[in-house]
């Protein structure tokens, strides 16, 4: 962590200074596959954009306009993903904050078991798992509906696995005081540990709503009608195939990204509170 | 089996076992005490609080996984039901074994570790490095913090069809960088020297905002006034990273090692929008083909446990390597 | 709130604002400044009428070629009451037969499939599918399959039966600029054919600038299975035996044969000279946006993609004129290329009313109108030949030469068994068998075009024979 505490009035503005430049260049490298695909919306149609636009008067702003009236379905995709989004992540949160903690705080036996049966999912690549799956959800009459989309995500070895780690983190005699106190378990899980964890749920949350935003191949099989779709598998419609024409793909692209870079932005404050709010202090 | 608290895994000698109880007379009475041993009790609460999870993973990700198993050993029709006994074929296949001297599946996992090592390092070191960066107490730390996470927003689908079009020649992008580089290709893409990196180039850019924000919630959990204290004895600066940061840090970065590894290896999007599969040529490609485009759910499913057996063993290594060396606060 | 967090908030907004305020400005108000295009644009599906037999279509063309999928289904649901064709895109070809093979299991499919010609075989096999020709015969509509593009028919019609509907038929093409033809002191008119006149004309259209950077390629190329169908097409080679299982299942692919290797050697040749760009796997947009745009005089095509070049061109501002030629061969061959495309299936899942109402819009599509429509506002070869008997289709041939010349190369040789059609069930993963092979071989990973294609074809027929085992014989 660095530190200016100690030097003088000049140091600082050095330090300043310093620190600015470095978080400016890399914010700017970082940002560069966004503010191309701006500049590649807004170029018009045509066959050969280029890195930033070369007419700056002549910007295409409609073409987000376009995207709609083309597609006016589109605002039930983002409909439905945000459904299926937050009802994931809150789902997410939930189971897997009550297993992390059984795997962090309870002692039995199997417990190696246990947390081997939970990291084991994250090994079991999808292609295993897709087909059976989706057989198994359309037997269950589960096609073009939010169960069908959601149910099979509704746990996540790796949110178990985040939290896990978090807690462990933790010091351990809150909660053998806790216990001393007459505190239920379940009390000083939602009591106590949760609002400790914030930063890594508020991680976990922004995580899972992300992943679940971005999915394409379950929602593309297990939904057959265009309403039913998600964002991510609508907007497969603007893919140009005879030519590459970028600029509506790109402007759908963006479109679909502002919820989560709202989110991101929304969840990075809730981050940061649970963070500076000395949650660890305890 | 008797493990350890803090890590879950197995104790190398089990000391905690409770001795034989003989006096009991029946065994009813034998089973109430079990009952009432505390971890018996606890083992009953862990499966109540884990139920939720337990059910979707069993149902999810269990059950299909001991079809595909299942399916592996055999050839499967149209349909993906099995139609033909195979036995081991398929994994002598893969492996090389079958005398065939037929080796490309071989050389596509080679492939997948040559990128799992580009990519998984570099994401982690990048990210802390970002991290660190984003502890300056500057104003306006918080917008820089978003645009350094602002790449987990972005799906894989996009940053790639975002990415192709950064490497397409058409668009000028890096022609200078294809310049520079001397390459007969006019783009990193299309080059053998430098496809796989331009390939880890987008994953490590997907990743970052990942890395960044947990290596960041992880150095904002470690408490201040280790680092006061620090100060006081005259350490600040690399010394204080050296020693607070980094041990500190140890369980994030042994998590992020793990989900690295994990989602490198396993990664084909990026492939499959940047190069179609094409060199270079990445097992879970191989695996998505047979699966996706060959329909071949018997040989795909051989595929995917073989890579889960990696994984597994993999996980297992840097589980044991790294814990060692971890320190739980 | 924090000084820092507003700073955030403002940044982000400053750049995402502005195409959320824009999005919902009306678009009349700003059609000022957008160029129209003659093109079909912005299509929602129409209502459904009340009490309308509702018939479920998916479809795997994207893009501009999906607003016409999308129009012509309108103008169908308009035409009549009965029935109501639900057109559900499925994000590629590809996704669209792999979903209906995921969905064999569950019984779960469309009543109308719109599915490329390297499925047409694994389609078959499904054995949930309703031949058209059975269909024809009931309704004594034979004469359909008469009217229809020689070609056409030959390649859809499989053992002696018509099992789907073509639909959208093209064929490949070598698309040259005659701007820069005529710059280069070329010929655009000139009959090009053969290898030798294609290399030759590559060399003669680079050009290089004042230190020896080259800004434009005389060809673009890129990997692509259909063309090496098509390579073989024109010399009369089978790529598979027995006779590219158009009268009997095929059992062997044979594509490592002498046109396959004279086919990438020529290629790498020229990127070896410097006259060839390499665009790699999936760079077939990248080249024709290069084409488009004046950066290559030469680039292979389907010539269903005609429109989009010529409007490109017309965009990018940088002179190209859009001409087209045969595909390349050798000297005093006879075949010809074969038609690529899609074809449309009914499937038996359904209740029999569904099945009539695809088959209605199906008789409704192969009308000598809707093939012109079609193909006017496409680049796709009509299907039937009395649809050159409409005006429109007339005037239409007249304003795009290029279009003929693409008629012409399809009828220009006898029609023979190994340039109909190629039939397989393991069709897709053949075609990036073949992919891998001209890419390893270009990007010099391949000691030799022939150990490139033989490694190809291995695996190839390996996927081929375990997938005639699992299919009744």
Redesign the interface.
């Known amino acids: 962590m660095m530190s200016f505490r100690s030097g003088n009035r000049t140091d600082a503005l050095r330090y300043n200074a310093i620190a600015y430049t470095l978080l400016t260049i890399t914010a700017i490298v970082l940002m560069f596959p966004l503010i191309f695909s701006l500049s590649l919306a807004l170029q018009g149609e045509t066959v050969a954009p280029t890195l930033l636009p070369t007419d700056w008067s002549n910007l295409d702003w409609h073409v987000f306009s376009t995207v709609f009236e083309r597609q006016p379905i589109m605002l039930r995709w983002i409909l439905n993903s945000f459904v299926v989004s937050i009802t994931v992540t809150l789902g997410v949160l939930v189971t897997s904050s009550l297993l992390a903690f059984a795997l962090s705080y309870l002692d039995f036996p199997g417990k190696g078991l246990l947390l081997f049966f939970t990291l084991g999912t994250l090994m079991v690549p999808f292609e295993a798992t897709l087909i059976p799956n989706y057989l198994f959800v359309a037997r269950l009459g589960w096609r073009d509906t939010y169960q069908g989309l959601i149910v099979p995500f509704l746990a996540s070895g790796f949110g178990v696995f985040l939290l896990r780690q978090y807690f462990l983190t933790l010091p351990r005699e809150l909660y053998d005081a806790a216990l001393v106190d007459g505190c239920t378990r379940l009390r000083y899980l939602w009591l106590i540990l949760v609002p400790l964890s914030r930063p890594a749920l508020a991680t976990l949350a922004v995580y899972t709503f992300l992943g679940t935003w971005n999915q394409f191949y379950w929602p593309l099989l297990i939904t057959n009608s265009t309403e039913w779709r998600t964002t991510q598998v609508g907007i497969t419609i603007f893919r140009d195939f005879e030519l590459g024409v970028f600029n509506i793909q790109m402007a759908a692209t963006l479109i679909v990204m502002l919820p989560t870079l709202i989110l991101l932005v929304l969840g990075q404050r809730q981050l940061v509170r649970g963070l500076t709010a000395g949650a660890l202090k305890g | 089996m008797t493990t350890d608290d803090r890590t879950g895994l197995p104790l190398a000698s089990g000391t905690r076992r409770e001795p034989e109880t003989k006096s009991t007379t029946t065994w009813l009475a034998a089973l109430m005490t079990w009952v009432q041993k505390p971890r018996i009790q606890d083992l009953f609460r862990a499966l109540l609080y884990a139920s939720p999870a337990l059910v979707i993973f069993i149902l999810f990700t269990y059950v299909p996984f001991i079809r595909s198993i299942w399916l592996s050993l055999h050839i499967t029709n149209i349909q993906g039901d099995p139609a033909k006994w195979n036995g081991i074929d398929y994994y002598l296949r893969i492996l090389a074994l079958d005398g065939s001297g037929r080796t490309e599946y071989l050389t596509s996992i080679g492939m997948s570790f040559q990128y799992a090592l580009m990519v998984v390092p570099l994401g982690i070191i990048i990210g802390l490095g970002l991290a660190m960066l984003a502890t300056a107490k500057v104003r306006g730390i918080q917008v820089y913090r978003t645009i350094y996470t602002s790449s987990i927003a972005i799906s894989l689908a996009s940053a790639g069809v975002i990415w192709a079009l950064i490497y397409n020649p058409s668009t000028g992008t890096l022609n200078w960088l294809v310049d520079l580089l001397q390459l007969d290709s006019p783009s990193l893409l299309t080059s053998n020297r430098t496809s796989m990196a331009a390939v880890a180039v987008m994953s490590i850019w997907s990743g970052l905002g990942f890395n960044f924000i947990i290596t960041l919630a992880g150095i904002q959990a470690i408490p201040q006034d280790l680092y006061e204290s620090a100060a006081i004895d005259g350490a600040g600066g690399w010394h204080a990273f050296r020693f607070i940061t980094l041990p500190l840090l140890g369980p994030t970065l042994l998590f992020l090692v793990v989900i690295n590894t994990i989602g490198s290896l396993q990664a084909f999007t990026q492939f499959h929008l940047l190069t179609q599969g094409q060199s270079p040529n990445v097992f879970v490609y191989e695996t998505f083909k047979s699966f996706w485009y060959e329909n071949r759910y018997g040989f795909a499913s051989a595929m995917s446990l073989v890579l889960f057996a990696i994984l597994l063993i993999l996980t297992i290594i840097q589980y044991r390597g790294l814990n060692n060396r971890v320190h739980y606060q | 709130m ?4 507003v ?3 403002v ?2 907004f400053a ?2 604002l ?3 305020l ?6 009349a108000m ?1 059609d000022a ?2 160029t129209p ?1 003659p093109t079909i ?4 599906p129409v209502a459904k009428p009340e009490g309308a037999i509702e018939v ?1 279509f998916w479809y795997g ?7 016409v999928v999308q129009e012509t289904v309108n103008r169908y649901n308009q035409s009549q009451s009965t029935y109501y064709i ?1 057109a ?5 070809y ?2 669209t037969i ?2 209906i ?6 019984g ?1 499919l ?1 009543n109308l499939a719109q599915i490329f010609e390297a499925g047409t075989q ?1 389609m078959i ?2 054995g949930s599918i309703v031949p058209v020709q059975s269909l024809m015969e009931r309704d004594g509509l034979l004469s359909v399959i008469d009217d229809m593009e020689p070609a056409v028919r030959a390649n859809y019609v499989v053992n002696g039966t018509l099992y789907s509907a073509p639909f959208n038929s093209s064929t490949a093409m070598l698309f040259i600029d005659r701007a820069a033809f005529a710059a280069a002191g070329l010929n655009p008119d000139e009959p090009l054919v053969t290898f030798e006149q294609v290399a030759e004309y590559a060399r003669a259209l680079t050009v290089k600038d004042a230190n020896g950077n080259v800004t434009r390629y005389g060809i673009g190329l890129y ?1 692509e299975g259909w063309f090496m169908e098509q390579i073989h097409a024109v010399h009369n080679a089978f790529m598979g035996t027995p006779d590219n299982g158009i009268f009997g299942r095929m059992e062997q692919y044979t594509y490592n044969d002498a046109i396959g290797v004279q086919w990438l050697e020529w290629m790498k040749q020229l990127v070896d000279e410097g006259v060839a ?7 077939g ?2 080249a ?3 084409y ?2 004046g ?1 290559i005089a030469m680039h292979f ?2 010539i ?2 005609l429109r ?2 010529i409007a ?1 061109a017309e ?2 501002g ?1 002179g190209v004129e859009v001409g087209t030629v045969y595909m390349p061969r050798n000297e005093g061959v006879e075949g010809k290329t074969i038609v690529g495309g899609a074809s449309l299936w009914i499937t038996n899942t359904g209740t029999p009313e569904q099945q009539e109402g695809a088959w209605d819009f199906i008789k409704w599509a192969l009308t000598p109108e809707i093939q012109a429509f079609w193909s006017i506002n496409t680049g796709y070869i009509p299907v039937l030949q009395s649809a050159y008997e409409l005006p429109e289709m007339q005037e239409a041939l007249v304003r795009y030469p290029q279009f003929q010349v693409a008629v012409d190369q399809l009828r220009g040789a006898e029609i023979a068994p190994a340039n109909t059609a190629h039939i397989s ?2 069709f ?2 053949m075609r ?1 068998d073949v ?2 092979a001209i ?2 071989f270009i ?3 391949a000691p030799s075009a022939q150990a490139a294609l033989d ?1 190809a074809v ?2 190839s027929n390996e ?1 081929l024979e ?1 997938y005639n ?3 009744a014989p």
Not at chain 3, 61 to 67: H, S
């Open positions: 924090k000084k820092s967090t700073l955030m908030t940044v982000l750049l995402l502005p195409m959320m824009l999005s919902i400005v009306p678009a700003q400044t957008a295009l644009t912005s299509v929602p479920s063309l994207g893009g501009q070629l999906g607003n639900n559900i895109f499925q994000s590629s590809d996704d792999n979903k093979n995921a969905g064999l299991a569950s779960d469309p694994r096999d499904t990997p760009i390499y665009y790699g796997p999936g760079g947009n990248a024709g946006a290069a488009a745009n950066e095509s389907s269903a993609g989009s070049f490109s965009r990018s940088a069930g393991t897709v993963p990036l992919v891998k890419d390893d990007m010099g990973n490694a291995a695996s996927i375990e085992l699992t299919v």
